[in-house]
């Protein structure tokens, strides 16, 4: 049966087919290779979206909806990109990306091209990605290994370790947009893991406030609290327990960001009057 998690991976990369129509300066996040990800329906709105009025119409149609998701979603898909850039001149020697969905970094940023890159998604995901790399280049690129699993059935090291992830590496771990679909226990399952790794390695993660989950606070997104994808969230946190959420798994917070940093280090400079959704936070963690 296919897990209705598969279902939402189409969202963000129809959001960066877009907004890579932006002129320079004026994108929140830039990826030539999402609308090839597309199915045939969203591609040609991707397309369509090429036109300046009808782009402009289509995300403010969305940001009446949902005030802040669309910014939020391109910031984020930023941050990823910037720190998995950083890393690797950090001198970081792999690449875990849980739950990595159609995230095509791994073949799209060039600092990656020659590190080890471990994509680790559900079993649907992965053979929709395999598919997609084989159109796309031939075979699977001969850095990148597809790791399927079910985070909240399986050991993320374990499988790790099996597709020879290198347990002496600092590695550099993105978890972008999966941690609201996981059990709590899956949640901790994965980073008791993730613990296995060696010190200076790197974790970037997003998380929804657990206020918004429990309904005490809907921070404007309320018409989205009854949304079906909703129904599909499980995992939350709050932003002053982080440190100590991380802490209990051998981490150390360097840096979380919300709407306010968001906006002025993404959004500002473009110019465009785009809000940033208060209730998914970004973080960057070390390991000690």
């Given at each position: 049966m296919t897990n209705p998690a598969t279902r939402t991976a189409y969202g963000p990369?129809?959001?960066?087919?877009?907004?890579?129509?932006?002129?320079?300066g004026r994108g929140l996040t830039r990826d030539h290779l999402a609308a090839s990800l597309l199915p045939p329906h969203l591609r040609a709105l991707a397309w369509a979206c090429r036109n300046d009025w009808l782009r402009d119409r289509?995300?403010?149609l969305l940001e009446r909806q949902h005030p802040g998701g669309w910014a939020g979603i391109a910031c984020r898909k930023r941050y990823f990109d910037e720190q998995a850039t950083a890393a690797i001149a950090a001198g970081l020697g792999a690449v875990i990306n849980l739950g990595?969905?159609?995230?095509?970094?791994?073949?799209?940023l060039p600092a990656l091209a020659d590190i080890p890159v471990f994509e680790v998604d559900l079993p649907e995901n992965s053979a929709a990605k395999r598919a997609w790399l084989v159109k796309t280049f031939g075979a699977v690129p001969h850095h990148v290994t597809l790791v399927p699993i079910d985070f909240d059935r399986q050991d993320v090291g374990?499988?790790?370790?099996?597709?020879?992830?290198?347990?002496g590496t600092p590695a550099l771990v993105l978890?972008?947009?999966?941690?609201q679909y996981l059990t709590a226990a899956g949640v901790h399952r994965t980073l008791d893991s993730?613990?296995?790794?060696?010190?200076?390695?790197?974790?970037v993660f997003t998380y929804v406030r657990q206020d918004f989950l429990d309904g005490t606070d809907l921070h404007g997104f309320a018409d989205f609290a009854r949304?079906?994808?909703?129904?599909?969230?499980?995992?939350?946190?709050?932003?002053?327990?982080?440190?100590e959420f991380l802490q209990a798994h051998g981490w150390r917070e360097l840096e979380q960001l919300g709407p306010p940093e968001m906006q002025s280090r993404y959004v500002r400079p473009t110019g465009r009057p785009l809000q940033v959704m208060a209730i998914e936070r970004l973080v960057l963690a070390e390991k000690t």
């Open positions: 990369m129809l959001l960066a087919a877009i907004e890579n129509s932006y002129p320079e289509f995300i403010g990595a969905g159609f995230d095509t970094r791994a073949v799209r374990t499988a790790l370790a099996a597709q020879g992830l290198d347990p978890w972008e947009g999966v941690t993730l613990a296995r790794l060696p010190a200076n390695s790197r974790l949304h079906p994808v909703r129904k599909l969230w499980h995992f939350g946190l709050q932003p002053d327990r982080v440190a």
